[in-house]
T-cell receptor, first 111, second 114 residues
Framework: ELKVEQNPLFLSMQEGKNYTIYCNYSTTSDRLYWYRQDPGKSLESLFVLLSNGAVKQEGRLMASLDTKARLSTLHITAAVHDLSATYFCAVDKGSGSRLTFGEGTQLTVNP | SAVISQKPSRDICQRGTSLTIQCQVDSQVTMMFWYRQQPGQSLTLIATANQGSEATYESGFVIDKFPISRPNLTFSTLTVSNMSPEDSSIYLC???????????FGPGTRLTVL
């Protein structure tokens, strides 16, 4: 059974600081997704990582994938308040895009 | 991206009743997915809906409780049957967009069972 674990689950940061969210998964997978969820809202797609060593960046967020270590990271650079949200990683179970989600990381960026 | 709409956006229902949630996509897709997000929790896949065949359910979910229809390539429904307060959750549908290798989610249906 595929398990996906994120840490930390709760993260409180100061504006301007850097931090990394980690996503570990238990079995081989073809792709890994990162999503953002604001309170009361649906999921917004941030990144999809398709191969070992893949790195994608959008604004202050950068995601990477190490399939050998079964680890993905979401790095936040110079955080701003607007990044406050819950971030989920999700892993494809390997047949037909069925996703298993991590527990989510609730990020709060304080002024 | 994909434009996905869901109806209703929210509902409050009585124990023992059933609710059918609709999901409409702006273009044809092979597979549609239904997820549940319990309060303060992550998302869990309920089932995969393919047009022209029966839905495939994940462990812990059964057709009698969550019957699914997929009458065409842009539409699906999920019914939550014989509801109890434990069914209070957000229910989301999602679709793949092969052109972007991304799975997109609808706005969700927030269900409260009293």
């Amino acid at each position: 059974e595929l398990k996906v674990e994120q840490n930390p689950l709760f993260l409180s940061m100061q504006e301007g600081k850097n931090y990394t969210i980690y996503c570990n998964y238990s079995t081989t997978s073809d792709r890994l997704y990162w999503y953002r969820q604001d309170p009361g809202k649906s999921l917004e797609s941030l990144f999809v990582l398709l191969s070992n060593g893949a790195v994608k960046q959008e604004g202050r967020l950068m995601a990477s994938l190490d399939t050998k270590a079964r680890l993905s990271t979401l790095h936040i650079t110079a955080a701003v308040h607007d990044l406050s949200a819950t971030y989920f990683c999700a892993v494809d179970k390997g047949s037909g895009s069925r996703l298993t989600f991590g527990e989510g990381t609730q990020l709060t960026v304080n002024p | 991206s994909a434009v996905i709409s869901q109806k209703p956006s929210r509902d409050i229902c009585q124990r023992g009743t059933s609710l059918t949630i609709q999901c409409q996509v702006d273009s044809q897709v092979t597979m549609m997915f239904w997820y549940r997000q319990q309060p303060g929790q992550s998302l869990t896949l309920i089932a995969t809906a393919n047009q022209g065949s029966e839905a495939t359910y994940e462990s812990g979910f059964v057709i009698d409780k969550f019957p699914i229809s997929r009458p065409n390539l842009t539409f699906s429904t999920l019914t939550v049957s014989n509801m109890s307060p434990e069914d209070s959750s957000i229910y989301l549908c999602s679709v793949d967009r092969p052109s972007t290798d991304t799975q997109y989610f609808g706005p969700g249906t927030r269900l409260t069972v009293l």
